[in-house]
T-cell receptor
């Protein structure tokens, strides 16, 4: 089955700096890669996703890149703000399967 | 759009009792709902997949007689933790896949914190 690895597990950045979180996956059949933000005591919220037919997607300060050949995808947050502090999870899945395979999470702290 | 609710948001119960958690898709119909549990500072672990009108599919190691799942309609799935014990204390999260939307997207509920004394 699919194996998703996520790095780093913790990340601290100064407000205004950029943050990058990286994930790798093992199953070449995976074709959908969402990123979720989870605040303490709440459920995960989808912040951005990318499908395997594109290499990059951007939504304001958030962008995701995908390298299908290397089987890795990354989340980029620019101009970080304290409210960006949360745990971020990447995931991978294919359209032939129901299951989402989640990374182990990255705890992001933005220091004011 | 794509809002999923859970009820209750938290529950405390005595060991040996049963607890029911509801998951509702508020503004869309969900063919499939998923139940996860999450321990502190860990990732989400899929427990089971439920499809409307059929039996749930449980992940390896999850006791189907202990975690009863019912998906009676396209907007409601319930998880009942039977004879709960302290080790069942966890954060339970459901998600739902839209009937009309993308075949991949899952929308998550806010979670239910279960504490078993």
């Amino acid at each position: 089955g699919e194996n998703v690895e996520q790095h780093p597990s913790t990340l601290s950045v100064q407000e205004g700096d950029s943050a990058v979180i990286k994930c790798t996956y093992s199953d070449s059949a995976s074709n959908y890669f969402p990123w979720y933000k989870q605040e303490l005591g709440k459920g995960p919220q989808l912040i951005i996703d990318i499908r395997s037919n594109v290499g990059e997607k951007k939504d304001q300060r958030i962008a995701v890149t995908l390298n299908k050949t290397a089987k890795h995808f990354s989340l980029h947050i620019t101009e970080t703000q304290p409210e960006d502090s949360a745990v971020y999870f990447c995931a991978a899945t294919s359209n032939t399967g129901n299951q989402f395979y989640f990374g182990t999470g990255t705890s992001l702290t933005v220091i004011p | 759009g794509a809002v999923v609710s859970q009820h209750p948001s938290w529950v405390i119960c005595k060991s040996g009792t049963s607890v029911k958690i509801e998951c509702r898709s508020l503004d869309f119909q969900a063919t499939t709902m998923f139940w996860y549990r999450q321990f502190p500072k860990q990732s989400l672990m899929l427990m089971a997949t439920s499809n409307e009108g059929s039996k749930a599919t449980y992940e390896q190691g999850v006791e189907k007689d202990k975690f009863l799942i019912n998906h009676a309609s396209l907007t409601l799935s319930t998880l009942t933790v039977t004879s709960a014990h302290p080790e069942d204390s966890s954060f339970y999260i459901c998600s739902a896949r839209s009937l009309a939307g993308s075949y991949n997207e899952q929308f998550f509920g806010p979670g239910t914190r279960l504490t078993v004394l």
